[in-house]
């Protein structure tokens, strides 16, 4: 029924205006807002909508991964911007100390 269908994925935030800076400027990914809602424009054609919400909880888990050639650049271009990297130490989920996973992955 749903095998031929494009599908696009959307998350709430808080404030929309800070996530318009986030992505836009900090992961220079094109961002679009019409009607209070914001749209990434991702590679590959793929769109994702942000959405307000004002009773909005942080998922405690990855809303969004991007795979880069260099993880050692992004991380350090990243970090310079103020993003923050988690520590994980947990059985086979183990970072070091950029918060890099070297363990691989997709």
């Not at 993880?71 to 100390?97: C, K, M, P, R």
């Amino acid at each position: 029924m749903f095998k031929d269908t494009k599908a696009f994925s959307g998350f709430s935030v808080n404030d929309v205006q800070k996530a318009k800076e986030f992505y836009g400027k900090t992961l220079g990914l094109d961002v679009s807002e019409a009607h209070g809602l914001l749209q990434l424009h991702i590679a590959g054609g793929t769109n994702i909508l942000i959405y307000p919400k004002d009773n909005h909880i942080p998922a405690t888990f990855t809303i969004l991964n991007f795979p880069v050639n260099n993880i050692e650049q992004a991380v350090d271009e990243l970090a310079w911007h103020g993003v923050h990297f988690e520590s994980y130490n947990e059985g086979d989920l183990v970072t070091d100390e950029k918060g890099i996973f070297r363990g691989g992955g997709p």
